[in-house]
């Protein structure tokens, strides 16, 4: 008899991946969740998510996500998804491509290479804390067709795309566009700046969460938010 993969739980796996763009290995992390060889040939819905400035892409694993993540779906309290871990790859002022390049025509497309995804927009979210909530947005609504959801944790939106969300929210049908989750602490001094973004997703009518919680601007405070956060990317899967 086999062990029972659901007691086993989810597994943390270390890889990387050769950019053509960028002429160099890239690398990234990855939780494949309990009986994820199992998961047969329809595949798993996969949610990225970015790291915050001066951190690495074991950010999110310091916060717990694998046992989060392996907790909730014992308690069948979220469908089992696959989460993917990139590492913010820096460009220089004059360097094309750049990270959101990278991410969406190369990561997205070896990622549905090589493991049991569904490659569909339906079954694939993004999110991020910090800087890695800009690149979220960002990356989230110029490729539309990618995301099914976007989550902003801690957002503190990058200046030059200031004078783009307006773009970005009339771009498309509302019902075309990501459902979006913006959340931050009340002590976090980006917090006008998140709560500004929710303002224009709510003039114009963009289905979103809008969260002030308490707490600054902290792994402490994401950390004790992750549950939620999950459960609301696994929303729709």
């Not at 969406?104 to 490659?119: N, V």
């Not at 970005?168 to 913006?182: G, I, N, Y």
């Not at 950390?223 to 459960?231: A, M, N």
Request: net charge negative; charged share 15%; with cysteine.
């Amino acid at each position: 008899p086999t062990p029972d993969c659901h007691q086993i739980g989810g597994k943390i796996e270390e890889a990387s991946f050769f950019s053509d763009m960028f002429e160099k290995e890239l690398s990234y992390i990855i939780y494949l969740p309990p009986c994820y060889q199992y998961s047969g040939p329809v595949g798993l819905p996969v949610l990225y998510l970015l790291h915050g400035l001066n951190y690495g892409n074991d950010h999110w694993l310091r916060l717990g996500l694998p046992d989060r993540m392996d907790a909730l779906i014992a308690e069948g309290q979220i469908s089992p998804f696959i989460v993917v871990l990139p590492r913010e790859t820096p460009s220089q002022p004059d360097q094309i491509p750049s990270f959101p390049e990278v991410l969406t025509q190369e990561l997205i497309p070896w990622i549905d290479s090589q493991y049991a995804t569904q490659a569909e927009k339906s079954a694939r979210g993004i999110g991020g804390v910090s800087r890695g909530a800009a690149w979220a947005v960002q990356i989230g609504f110029e490729h539309p067709d990618l995301f099914c959801c976007i989550g902003a944790h801690s957002l503190p939106l990058f200046q030059s795309n200031g004078g783009k969300v307006n773009g970005w929210l009339t771009q498309a049908p509302v019902e075309d566009l990501p459902r979006v989750f913006v959340d931050i602490g009340q002590n976090d001094q980006a917090w006008p700046t998140a709560k500004d973004f929710a303002d224009q997703l709510n003039a114009a009518h963009i289905p979103h969460e809008w969260y002030l919680f308490s707490g600054g601007h902290t792994e402490a405070y994401w950390s004790s938010h992750l549950e939620h956060y999950l459960q609301w990317y696994a929303g729709d899967w």
